[in-house]
């Protein structure tokens, strides 16, 4: 198939928005060959080129793929103390005695956090070790069961804004079995505490693993964060071993989650195709990097459009859909509600097709520059009807 230049620049984009920069060099090629005095053209050209050079010399470089043990598996979890970095002395910061994450110990990190101290390595690895343990026996498609009279707490992006992490817990309270939270993927990158934010989520999910529910949101995977700043991060506060560890970590996280068999909870959407069923989700092989294409894919990267029907995504990933697609997703599997996230909204929050649809974001300030509230969502059962509380940026 010969694509014309808009569509060698659609792909293009898609190419880039993924990291798939060699793919991307192509097409920009083309559309250079095509239109050579279009300007945006000429920058995405010369931005995949550096990426290109960059990727060549790293290849250079790495192990290959098949000779490369797994981080996890080259860490004997049980001998902890002998294998990981020994604490010195002088060390005085926060401490997990034994195997027990505690919350005196995670209310210990977050101060250390609040006041930009680093956690030792030690603790790091235990922390990001026993939460992979409990990721990896989930299933792609996690279901909640929220008692009658309970409530349950749904909070969008976080990219790395801790502050503002640690503010949603001041206004709705630290999480524990009685305050149980889901954090809705996208908890790194863009923001320059993106490690802070992840530790802290993963040490409350190993603290009451029903406590703290966690999915992958499109940022959890290895080339968004090269691009959009966790792996510099990583490398910066604790070491490379560790970006691997976590790009491990990152696919083991679930897809989406149901709460009370009423709320359909995914990062990104719906699908290109109807009569997806739950049971396609939960049969899902999530343990890999995002496919550029299909059920795993979508529901990372799609996003709800005004009008029916599909149409093509504005990044290029996934798709647009509208509310007749929502509406008989919902009906096809028996639930009232699609929660998801990853877009920025003016208040936190929008509500879309005609009440069946809620997007949350819980960056306020995206970037500290968009202006924007975040927002959480409380569910209360049996009705499970969403409270919504926006909230402005810490200054």
């Given amino acids: 198939m010969v694509l014309d230049m808009e569509g060698y620049y659609r792909r293009g984009a898609a190419y880039l928005a993924m990291g798939k920069f060699k793919e991307a060099l192509k097409d920009f090629q083309q559309v250079k060959k095509i239109c050579p005095n279009d300007p945006d053209a000429k920058k995405k050209l010369k931005e995949c080129e550096k990426a290109v050079q960059k990727l060549k010399f790293e290849e250079a470089i790495a192990v290959h793929d098949a000779e490369r043990r797994s981080i996890a598996d080259s860490i004997d979890f049980h001998t902890i103390g002998i294998h990981l970095p020994y604490v010195e002395p002088t060390y005085a910061g926060a401490r997990i005695e034994g195997e027990v994450v505690t919350l005196e110990f995670v209310k210990n990190m977050i101060d250390d956090f609040r006041n930009q101290k680093c956690l030792h390595k030690r603790y790091a690895y235990q922390i990001i070790l026993q939460t992979m343990q409990m990721l990896r026996a989930l299933p792609s498609l996690v279901d ?60 409350f999910k190993c603290m009451s693993p029903s406590a703290m529910y966690l999915a992958r949101g499109n940022h959890e995977s290895k080339n968004m964060n090269k691009i959009y700043g966790f792996e510099g991060e990583v490398k910066s506060k604790l070491s490379d071993t560790f970006v691997e560890l976590f790009a491990e970590v990152f696919c083991c996280l679930p897809l989406a989650h149901v709460i009370n068999n009423k709320v359909f909870v995914v990062h990104g959407g719906l699908f290109s195709v109807d009569g997806v069923k739950l049971s396609d989700i939960r049969s899902i092989d999530r343990f890999c990097e995002p496919p550029e294409e299909g059920l795993m894919c979508e529901l990372l990267w799609s996003d709800p459009q005004p009008y029916p029907g599909r149409g093509p995504s504005k990044r290029g990933v996934g798709l647009a859909f509208g509310g007749d697609v929502t509406k008989r997703f919902l009906l096809e599997n028996n639930l009232d509600l699609v929660v998801r996230s990853h877009e920025v909204k003016d208040d936190g929050y929008e509500i879309e097709h005609d009440g069946k649809l809620i997007t949350v974001f819980s960056a306020p300030n995206y970037c500290d520059q968009m202006g924007n509230k975040g927002a959480f969502i409380r569910f209360k059962a049996p009705e499970l009807k969403p409270n919504i509380t926006s909230f402005t940026a810490v200054v």
């Avoid at 929220?146 to 206004?171: A, M, R, S």
């Avoid at 309270?173 to 996208?186: M, T």
């Fill in 144 to 203: 909640i069961n929220v008692t009658d009279g309970k409530h349950f707490t749904v909070c969008g992006d976080v990219h790395g804004q801790f502050y503002d992490l640690l503010n949603i817990f001041e206004l709705n309270g630290l999480p524990s079995e009685d305050n149980p939270y889901l954090f809705n993927g996208d908890f790194v990158d863009r923001g320059s505490f993106s490690l802070e934010v992840i530790l802290t989520l993963f040490a």
